[in-house]
């Protein structure tokens, strides 16, 4: 198969959909692998530690979608990429389809098949091609949100950690999954006040078997969590479900109601975020305030640790990559249910039921369609 790499364009996004070490071994298997130049330059992975891994680099983007079979990249295709996409074509990245009509529609135009990472499932049912990021995600929440509290980015003043006879910041996290487990770390490592509310109580067990005393843990409600946010000094949420639209658990009202110079950081912005006041930003111009709280809503965040973040995805990744390059679209799909899992769209159908739900689409059972590819 011929599996091509082009330079990522979202703002400040430093990732790469294939390291060189993942590259050696997709031409070990027999494969072309197509990089377009300066594709992983940024993070230490020049071209030249490609050509030694059998790659080859090419001049454009355009040159690398004309001839690939199979596109890997880590970000969702912005439009100037998703009109080089086609119908015999296969894609393979982060997609969060359900807030983002505008790409769900052009990937319908295009008739590729398309796989998201996000949605592709394991046998205990979890995510596991979206965990990586979520861990990166999760321990920059805390690092973001202490610096969103400085006085220079107009929050409260607050030390996360607090110092000798001065109280820690409050930490309220929304959800205990990975995100909220990886955020969770790094707030009790700088000694702050944490707080997690989740409606899992296997979940909070976990929490309170790991930590201890070292935080609180809380199931969610509408009065609990009201209770939490108004309290807390930065708010974290890391609520996820799988392919749909993230849920609305912070209201503009109780963003109101929060103390003046608070933060929220909203790590499911990718899925239209937790919060209702939150809208995507960049790490170019990563915060806006509202109702004097200060918000930080990057959608790329693992971009700003590239190197850290594209060595974790390929570990996640380069089984299914090989699978789906060494067995051909088709086949890996028909063997692999949880790969099954992350077909989004396809032959210009959708099919992922929470995408459809969220859009109002038709929607086909991902089973359906995979004897069209």
Do not use: W
Not at 321 to 339: F, I, M, P, Q, W
Request: proline share 4%.
């Amino acid at each position: 198969m011929i599996i091509g790499v082009p330079k990522e364009i979202k703002n400040h996004e430093y990732r790469v959909g294939l390291t060189p070490t993942s590259a050696r071994e997709l031409v070990n298997c027999g494969h072309r692998v197509l990089i377009e130049t300066q594709a992983g330059s940024a993070i230490g992975f020049d071209d030249q530690q490609y050509i030694y891994a059998g790659a080859e680099i090419l001049a454009t983007a355009d040159d690398v979608f004309a001839a690939a079979e199979m596109v890997v990249k880590v970000k969702e295709p912005l439009a100037v990429e998703r009109k080089r996409l086609r119908a015999e074509q296969t894609l393979f990245t982060y997609l969060h389809l359900a807030p983002d009509a505008a790409q769900t529609n052009d990937l319908i135009e295009s008739g590729a098949t398309c796989i998201a990472y996000e949605t592709v499932t394991d046998n205990s049912g979890r995510l596991p091609l979206l965990a990586p990021m979520s861990e990166v995600a999760g321990r920059m929440s805390i690092q973001a949100g202490a610096a969103c509290l400085e006085k220079s980015k107009q929050g409260r003043g607050v030390l996360l950690g607090g110092v000798p006879g001065v109280e820690p910041a409050k930490v309220v996290i929304i959800g205990g999954g990975v995100v909220g487990a990886s955020a969770a770390a790094m707030a009790v490592g700088l000694g702050a006040d944490v707080t997690v509310l989740d409606r899992s109580l296997d979940v909070l067990r976990r929490l309170d078997a790991q930590y201890g005393n070292s935080i609180k843990t809380v199931y969610s409600t509408v009065h609990s969590l009201e209770k939490h946010i108004v309290e807390a000094d930065l708010v974290v949420g890391g609520v996820l479900i799988p392919g749909a639209e993230a849920p609305k658990l912070i209201t503009r009202e109780l963003v109101t109601k929060m103390k003046a110079g608070s933060a929220i950081v909203d790590v499911a912005i990718d899925q239209g975020g937790c919060a209702e006041t939150a809208k995507a930003t960049t790490h170019a111009d990563p915060i806006y305030i509202v109702d004097d709280v200060v918000h930080y809503c990057v959608a790329n965040m693992p971009g700003a640790v590239a190197r850290t973040s594209t060595i974790a995805l390929n570990n996640a990744t380069l089984p299914f990559v090989l699978a789906l390059a060494n067995k051909g679209t088709r086949e890996a799909l028909v063997d692999d249910k949880h790969l099954l899992n992350g077909l989004n769209v396809c032959k210009g159908v959708v099919t992922c039921e929470s995408v459809a739900v969220a859009q109002g689409l038709n929607y086909v059972p991902a089973a359906d369609m995979v004897g069209e590819i």
